[in-house]
């Protein structure tokens, strides 16, 4: 019975950090999925103004990657479009 007892043990540490890993290499997975969705319904062209723009994370997107990003950052804060971004 010990001899079970610690052959469960051992099992439960070998495999309870190596199921957890995977449970984060899912979670990142799935986050780079989401990122990728977002990447691809987002673009520079046409140019948009923050009227334009239908949410925080366009904004963030089209400041982070388009030439004229900038100008969505009125006030060189970081933070784009302050009506659909508040306090960032």
């Known amino acids: 019975m010990r001899g079970v007892v610690a052959a469960l043990f051992a099992l439960a540490l070998c495999s309870g950090p190596a199921r957890a890993a995977s449970?984060?290499?899912q979670?990142?997975?799935?986050n780079l999925s989401a990122r990728r969705q977002?990447?691809?319904s987002y673009?520079?062209?046409?140019?948009?103004t923050c009227k334009?723009?239908?949410s925080?994370?366009?904004a963030r997107w089209l400041l982070a990657n388009c030439s004229w990003g900038g100008a969505l950052d009125r006030d060189s804060d970081g933070v784009p479009?302050?009506?659909?971004?508040?306090?960032?």
Do not use: Y
């Not at 479009?81 to 960032?88: D, I, K, N, Q």
């Open 27 to 30: 979670d990142a997975d799935q």
């Open 38 to 40: 977002f990447a691809a």
């Open 43 to 48: 673009s520079c062209s046409p140019r948009k």
């Open 23 to 25: 449970l984060d290499e």
């Open 81 to 88: 479009c302050e009506t659909l971004c508040p306090g960032g």
């Open 52 to 54: 334009r723009i239908s």
């Open 56 to 58: 925080c994370e366009e």
